[in-house]
C-alpha cells in the first residue's frame, strides 16, 4: 500500500504572512515611515512604561494581534501611547540598530542643503512632550533641522530631541564630515561685507556709535 504524502503547492509556501496587528496597521500608515517596530516583549515591560499615562484598554489595543482595522483608533490615545514607547525603544542598542537599517536606506529623507549633497538625516523631535510640533530631520553634516519633505504627521515626541546625538555616539563610523564647501554672497565678483545683510536701522545705528561718526557730530573747537 502506497503512503500518502501530502505536497504544499509552492504558491501556498511562500505566501506572505498578513501583519493584522494594530502595530503593524499603524507602522504601514502611508506617512509613517520614519517609525519602526517596537517588540512585543518591550512594550510588555513594565519598566518601559513607568512614567506614562494610559489606561488597560488602550495597552490593550497596542498589543492586539488582531485589530480590526476598519474600525481605525478605537480609544485614540493609541498613538500617544505608542509614540511615546517608541521614543524609549529607540533610544536602546537594539532600537538604534532598527533604525540604523532605516537611516542607511534612506527611509528618514535627506538634507536639502545644495553643499550637503544628498546626506541622509535622521528623525528629531524640538521637544519631548507630547503636542508641542511635528517630526523634523536632522541633518548630521551641516547639523541643522529641517521640515520633512512630505511632511509627516507624526509627533516630534515619537523621536524625541536626543535620539540622532545618541545615534552617533553609538555609531561613531556613521557620522559624516561637515560640508567642505560654503556659499559665499558676492557683487559683480566680489565677496559683500558682513554690513551688507544687517538690517536698516542696524546699520545707522552701528554708524552712530562708530567712532568716526562721533568726531565728525561733535562742534569743532576753534581758538579765541
Not at 525603544?89 to 527611509?107: P, Q, T
Not at 530631541?161 to 561637515?178: K, N
Not at 544687517?198 to 552701528?206: A, F, G, N
Request: glycine share 8%; aromatic share 12%; charged share 25%.
Amino acid at each position: 500500500m502506497r503512503k500518502q504524502i501530502t505536497v504544499k503547492s509552492c504558491s501556498q509556501s511562500n505566501e506572505p504572512k498578513v501583519d493584522a496587528s494594530w502595530i503593524g496597521w499603524f507602522v504601514g500608515l502611508m506617512g509613517n515611515e520614519f517609525v519602526c517596530r517596537v517588540p512585543i516583549n518591550f512594550i510588555k515591560d513594565k519598566f518601559n512604561l513607568s512614567g506614562l499615562e494610559y489606561s488597560k484598554e488602550t495597552l490593550d489595543v497596542v498589543l492586539e494581534p488582531l485589530f480590526d482595522r476598519s474600525v481605525g483608533r478605537v480609544f485614540g490615545h493609541e498613538e500617544k501611547l505608542y509614540g511615546m514607547i517608541h521614543a524609549r525603544y529607540i533610544m536602546s542598542a537594539r532600537g538604534v540598530e532598527d533604525m540604523r537599517l532605516k537611516y542607511l536606506m534612506g527611509d528618514f529623507g535627506s538634507c536639502p542643503k545644495f553643499y550637503c549633497k544628498g546626506q541622509k538625516a535622521l528623525p528629531v523631535g524640538l521637544s519631548d512632550k507630547w503636542g508641542q510640533s511635528t517630526v523634523k530631520i536632522y541633518c548630521p553634516s551641516c547639523k541643522d533641522v529641517f521640515r520633512p519633505k512630505y511632511r509627516p504627521k507624526l509627533d516630534g515626541a515619537m523621536f524625541g530631541t536626543s535620539f540622532p546625538h545618541l545615534f552617533f555616539m553609538e555609531l561613531p563610523m556613521l557620522r559624516p564630515e561637515p560640508p567642505v564647501e560654503k556659499y559665499v554672497p558676492r557683487l559683480h565678483g566680489f565677496r559683500l561685507h558682513e554690513s551688507a545683510f544687517m538690517p536698516l536701522d542696524s546699520r545707522d545705528s552701528s554708524r552712530e556709535s562708530s567712532p568716526e561718526s562721533i568726531e565728525s557730530s561733535s562742534p569743532s573747537s576753534f581758538p579765541d
